[in-house]
Structure formats: C-alpha cells, structure tokens
C-alpha cells in the first residue's frame, strides 16, 4: 500500500516537467465561435431615470389618453346600437335588461336572465375596442406602423 501512496508526475495533472508560461487568472478563449470576453454590467446596479431604481417598465406604461377613451367608447356605441338582434340593438336589450332587473331592485338579477348575456356581451365588445383603440393609436403615435 505504501507503494501506491507514492507521487508521481503525470503530464497535465501536476506541475510539468515543461515550463509553461505563467497564465492569468481569468481563462481566456479564442475561437471563431466564441465573443471575445466584454464585462458584465449589472442592470441592477445603473443608474437610470428612475431614480436609480431599476424597473422593467416606464413609469408611464399605460400612456392614458382621452382620445383612446373616447373615440373607443363611440366606436364601440355606434355599432352596438344598430338594431340588429330582431329588429333591437344590443345596447338597447342591454339597457332594458337594466331597467327589468331594476323593477325588482332588492332582489339581484337570476342566474338565468337575459340580463347576464347582454352585460357580458356588451362589455366585452367595449373593453375589445379600447384596447384595439390603445394599440392602434398608440401605434400610430410612436410610429410602430
């Protein structure tokens, strides 16, 4: 066993019988496949706009503006009020389902009145347009197209 326990020198593993020159501490690659090293900065650690803090938006993301309220809101009003559910538009059904769950106003509307679709309906139509509204103009404006 004490045989075995004896150093030996294997090219490579050790210090070498070859005197190599003296490298740095940082490995340095070369190749046509590697980008020659460039620091690594911190976005944490910059200075920004913000007041040194780091964020991953503008303070302004949502940019509001009025005209995409409404000009959204009579591009969503003209074309839901064309009567065309039976000879009745939708905003029409939607404000009289208003006006006959209102008629029994302490008692909430029933799961299965028309009430629930014409809400639904009509919201989703008009949340659709704003938000259409709020990337068309906004687009526009900050010349995406």
Not at 44 to 49: E, F, G
Not at 97 to 119: K, R, Y
């Amino acid at each position: 066993m004490a045989a075995m326990a004896t150093s030996t020198t294997i090219a490579g593993f050790s210090k070498s019988p070859l005197s190599l020159p003296a490298r740095s501490s940082k490995p340095s690659l070369t190749s046509g496949f590697v980008r020659p090293q460039v620091a690594i900065k911190n976005p944490l650690s910059q200075k920004l706009a913000s007041g040194g803090k780091f964020t991953c938006f503008e303070r302004n993301w949502l940019r509001t503006d009025l005209n995409v309220i409404g000009f959204g809101l009579i591009g969503w009003l003209v074309p839901s009020s064309i009567p065309a559910i039976n000879g009745n538009s939708l905003t029409g059904l939607f404000f009289q389902s208003i006006g006959d769950e209102l008629a029994h106003w302490p008692s909430g509307p029933a799961l299965t009145s028309q009430f629930w679709l014409w809400l639904i309906t009509w919201h989703l139509g008009l949340f659709l347009c704003l938000t259409f509204g709020q990337i068309g103009f906004k687009g526009r404006t900050e010349e995406y197209f």
